[in-house]
């Protein structure tokens, strides 16, 4: 049924739902157009309405032709509890809809996405926003364009910031996906432009694999894995491509590459791509041993939902029924005595198609002690981390009975500074992004 938004756009029919609110199919004066409704709850913010409209010009001033533009930003719509912004409207998938299809994508058109992005990201940084919820669900893959392929685009700038800004009262969140937070973030600092490279990365690392380098299993043992664990090596990946992937990988901010220059390294890197198979890899071995507890399960996903191993699993509890991706957690951030204790080698390996798992009878009985070993240890150290999230609950359910259970689990992370938190990003190095290592 359509509906009026503000004074100049009807929204006509769903596209689809995210954590934040549902994106309409919608009609304006310059034609069709996109716009995201927000959740009722959110709107319903006087906090939240003001931050949008104090955000207003840097929202529709993001323009760049690998960011999904903002067009207009409406505070009230008729019952005065709207909010709601139009975008340009893309013509195709959005990457998780591509990756579900395609499992893997060939090394030259994940490096090209991948490098599209970054320069979107750069103009973004150097305008002092972060993005802070790089992931799939997040880039549109526009068909309509070139014979080139599609033209990847970033959207939902700055949603994730003007919803998790500290409220009054001191008290912030993070809203965050676990399997693209990067490690500083679960730490409790507050996210810079260094956040959006690792988000970025861990999603070229999937195009690549088919699945996160720290996902599966409990989001609690996935934030624990951001904090300690290395990305195993993708057999087959070219050298420079995987030392770059690392790099940007850096669990230290300041080490990890900014977004122009990964852009133009990874466009470096295209013609030796050209041509490359998907690689031959087989499933990640490891994580999916790590079960969650038996009351924290995430929500079954739906049939047809992917194929294979998924790992970056929604942290859904009582999603809504026509919601398959509500994938936001709000976390609080662990004590470092609680992240040491789940720093044992849980790290998963990647075998070659066609090698024996490890752990087969191949393997020996000492290999398969280690793996009980480093299960238990895993097992143990998810648990805590549950625990967190349960005890963050206070917010976390608070919010999800306002949200009418339309998202994931939200968790709430103290804001370490107790002021705004995403800082300056530019890309001379300021507070928004140390410079990244030679
Ligand atoms: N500008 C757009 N043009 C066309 N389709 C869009 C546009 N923006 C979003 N969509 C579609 O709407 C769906 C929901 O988008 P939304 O941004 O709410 O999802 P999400 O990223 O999972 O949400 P969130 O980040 O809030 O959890 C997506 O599947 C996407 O395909």
Redesign the pocket.
């Known amino acids: 049924m359509a509906r009026n938004i503000g004074s100049h756009y009807t929204a006509h029919r769903v596209?689809?739902?995210?954590?934040?609110?549902?994106?309409w199919l919608g009609e304006g004066p310059e034609g069709p157009v996109?716009i995201?409704v927000l959740r009722e709850d959110l709107a319903a913010d006087p906090d939240l309405a003001e931050r949008f409209a104090h955000e207003r010009h840097a929202l529709l001033g993001l323009e760049h032709p690998h960011i999904?533009g903002v067009r207009e930003l409406i505070i009230g719509g008729p019952d005065g509890r709207d909010i709601a912004l139009v975008?340009?409207?893309?013509d195709g998938?959005?990457l998780r809809a591509h990756l579900r299809r395609e499992r893997r994508l060939a090394p030259r058109d994940a490096v090209a996405i991948t490098a599209g992005i970054a320069s979107g990201l750069a103009v973004a940084h150097a305008a002092g926003i972060v993005h802070r919820?790089v992931k799939p669900?997040?880039i549109?893959l526009d068909t309509s364009a070139t014979a080139a392929g599609p033209t990847a685009l970033l959207?939902?700038f700055g949603?994730a910031k003007l919803i998790d800004e500290p409220r009054h009262g001191g008290k912030g969140g993070v809203v965050g996906t676990p399997d693209y937070l990067a490690p500083e973030i679960v730490e409790g600092l507050p996210p810079r432009a260094a956040v959006d490279i690792y988000a970025l990365v861990t999603v070229l690392y999937e195009l690549l694999a088919g699945f996160t380098p720290f996902g599966g299993g409990h989001p609690g043992a996935v934030l624990r894995r951001q904090v300690t664990e290395t990305a195993a090596e993708l057999p087959g990946i070219p050298r420079e491509l995987w030392e770059l992937i690392q790099q940007c990988l850096a669990k230290a901010p300041a080490s990890r590459l900014r977004a122009a220059e990964l852009a133009s390294r990874l466009r470096e890197l295209l013609p030796d791509l050209e041509g490359l198979p998907p690689l031959d890899i087989g499933d990640p071995e490891g994580h999916a041993e790590e079960p969650a507890p038996r009351e924290e399960r995430p929500a079954p996903v739906p049939a047809g939902a992917g194929r294979g191993p998924r790992p970056a699993v929604p942290l859904v509890r009582g999603a809504a029924p026509d919601s398959e991706?509500?994938?936001?957690t709000r976390m609080r951030v662990p004590d470092p005595d609680e992240l040491a204790g789940g720093a044992h080698g849980t790290a998963r390996s990647i075998r070659p198609v066609g090698q024996p798992r490890a752990g087969s009878a191949r393997h020996g009985a000492a290999a398969r002690r280690r793996r009980r070993l480093a299960v238990t240890a895993g097992v143990l150290a998810a648990g805590a981390l549950g625990g967190w999230l349960l005890l963050s609950g206070g917010d976390g359910e608070e919010d999800g009975g306002r949200q009418g259970g339309t998202t994931g689990v939200e968790s709430v992370v103290e804001d370490a500074g107790g002021g705004p938190v995403d800082g300056p990003a530019d890309e001379d190095g300021g507070a928004g992004l140390a410079p990244a290592a030679p």
């Open positions: 596209l689809g739902r995210g954590g934040a609110g549902t994106v996109a995201k999904v975008m340009d409207l893309v998938p959005d919820d669900e997040n549109l959207t939902d949603v991706r509500a994938t936001h």
